[in-house]
């Protein structure tokens, strides 16, 4: 029974994460957070396999490696939506990036342009400029 | 190209209107897009091409045909090439408006004439060209669904009253356009840039266009599978 909360809970906040905008810092540590406490958790479980079974017995499922399976799903869903995260900011970048890169060039191609107009009028200017 | 012939004449006096900023955003149009600059030249004087990363030569055909072509690096899509447009269109000097005109050669000039007319007549700041106004346009059932549902999502996020929110056809004030800044790279941005010019709060209007839907736009346009993308775009954010 409690599996089916955690495992609906874990969905939950995974689309909450899809939908929130990524925080830099807070993101970062949480997810380095989540880094430790998902080592120390494998390797109780290597070192007392009976504990992930107690673990599960405890939460309604039948077997500690069911238990994994589901937690990998989970871990592999916030993965997915981290990274599509991640990747919206870096599109954004990269967005931002080349329109300044192409702004940059047609600035310089303008400037380069006027200052050929200006030259090759001298006649005009110095004509003009004595009258 | 046939749909160029429909073009408008040229003024009389040879001059070209020298305060509107016609953005194309370009990308991979190398069969058209020559013919296209070409008529939008002989109107107006600065019209603005922005190659997205194409692979074909449309941006030399563009620079042939005497657009001022600016090159994105890496293709990133139309909504950031009509932003990359729509800032340098609003670096030149003199632009009251600037006008967002697709490059397949589905836009009519005279329909951007009228809409500029209307634009200086009525003081609008925005004028969104719309197929929907008469039947003129001649599009499939399918299409015609894709593009009334696109009207239905972008008339409830933005809470204006448009007939048709994909339309490439659109004056903009240089006002309201300084308040334009399309984050959606993609296709997205037909109703996000609407959902930024109504946040103005400045006055729009809406004028009757023809989509000349040519065999070449036909083979080109946006599938069914697109307006799923444009969704999913709309929604995640």
Redesign the interface.
């Known amino acids: 029974m409690w599996i089916k909360i955690i495992l609906v809970l874990g969905i939950i906040v995974i689309g909450v994460l899809l939908a929130r905008p990524a925080s830099g810092d807070r993101h970062l540590a949480l997810r380095r957070l989540f880094m430790v406490f998902l080592v120390a958790v494998a390797i109780v479980a290597v070192l007392l396999p009976d504990w992930l079974t107690w673990l599960a017995h405890l939460i309604g499922v039948g077997r500690g490696t069911d238990l994994l399976l589901y937690v990998l799903v989970i871990a592999f869903l916030v993965f997915v939506s981290t990274t599509f995260r991640r990747n919206v900011v870096l599109d954004r970048k990269i967005a931002l990036l080349t329109r300044a890169v192409t702004l940059a060039e047609a600035r310089a191609e303008d400037a380069e342009q006027n200052q050929l107009n200006v030259k090759a009028p001298t006649d005009d200017s110095a004509s003009s400029g004595s009258a | 190209m046939d749909a160029m012939s429909t073009a408008a004449p040229s003024r009389q006096d040879g001059s070209t209107i020298d305060d509107v900023c016609i953005v194309v955003p370009l990308y991979n149009e190398a069969p058209v897009i020559g013919g296209v600059i070409a008529d939008l030249r002989q109107h107006f004087a600065h019209v603005v091409c ?1 190659d997205d990363g194409s692979s074909d030569g449309s941006g030399a055909i563009a620079e042939k045909a005497d657009a ?1 072509v ?5 293709n ?1 899509g139309q909504g ?1 090439a009509i ?2 447009g729509i ?2 269109g609003l ?1 030149l000097p003199g632009i009251a408006y600037v006008v967002t005109f697709d490059a397949d050669g589905q836009h009519r000039i005279e329909d951007v004439i009228g809409m500029l007319e209307m634009a200086r007549e009525k003081d609008l700041a925005v004028v969104f060209g719309s197929r929907f106004l008469d039947n003129r346009t001649k599009s499939g059932w399918a299409k015609r669904i894709v593009l009334k549902t696109a009207v239905w999502v972008t008339n409830k996020t933005t809470g204006l009253r448009l007939s048709d929110a994909h339309n490439g056809l659109r004056v903009i004030r240089s006002d309201a356009a300084k308040k334009v800044n399309l ?1 959606q ?1 993609r296709m997205a941005h037909a109703t996000e840039i609407v959902l930024q010019l109504s946040r103005t709060r400045l006055p729009w209007g809406e004028y009757p266009v023809e989509v000349l839907y040519t065999d070449y736009s036909r083979a080109k346009g946006q599938s069914l599978w697109n307006s799923i993308n444009i969704l999913v775009d709309l929604l ?2």
């Open positions: 922005v001022r600016l090159r994105h690096p890496v990133l950031a932003q990359t800032s340098y670096g984050t790279d995640i954010r």
